[in-house]
């Protein structure tokens, strides 16, 4: 007797979630109220010379390009907390996302190992607050990242995040 074994396509997968969190996400270009805050996440891909990519400056001090796909392939709809962390004299902010957003960046952090996340921010201010390096496959859901943020934008974010999570009745 045959069988066939099934694949999973995790490219996929990572695209249907996206596809159905964009389904939840707010209108990405209305400005958030004075309470809410957004965060977009963009995968690095190499330029193609179409218009569904291109260059966006992190860090405001000594600005890196990092070309990017205009399209998030995460949002603040699929986020069920933020928080700062302590880290070493400094600090970074924690986002956690929800089962189906977790799976998300786990599959675009095993399939991008090495490629870097762009992350974007709209809180009062509107800009790109960091670019880490995918190093490992990230399970859990949750993303630590250090913001180009003084402490307290930082926390106009995560309350702001927290804020629509709330609003979006997120579960953790």
Known sequence: MKTRRMTFNTYLLALLAATALDCKSPDASSPPSDKAATLR???EVNPDGTDRNGPVPIYRAHPVEVNVEKKPFLHEGSITHASIVDE?????????????????????????KGKHVAIFSQFGDARWLAAPIMSRQITDGLLVFTPDATREESDRIVRGLNYVAAKLKNKK
């Open 88 to 112: 070493q004299g400094s600090f970074a902010i924690a986002i956690q996302f929800s089962h189906e957003g977790a799976m998300v960046l786990e599959n675009i952090s095993t399939v991008s």
């Open 41 to 43: 996440l963009y995968l």
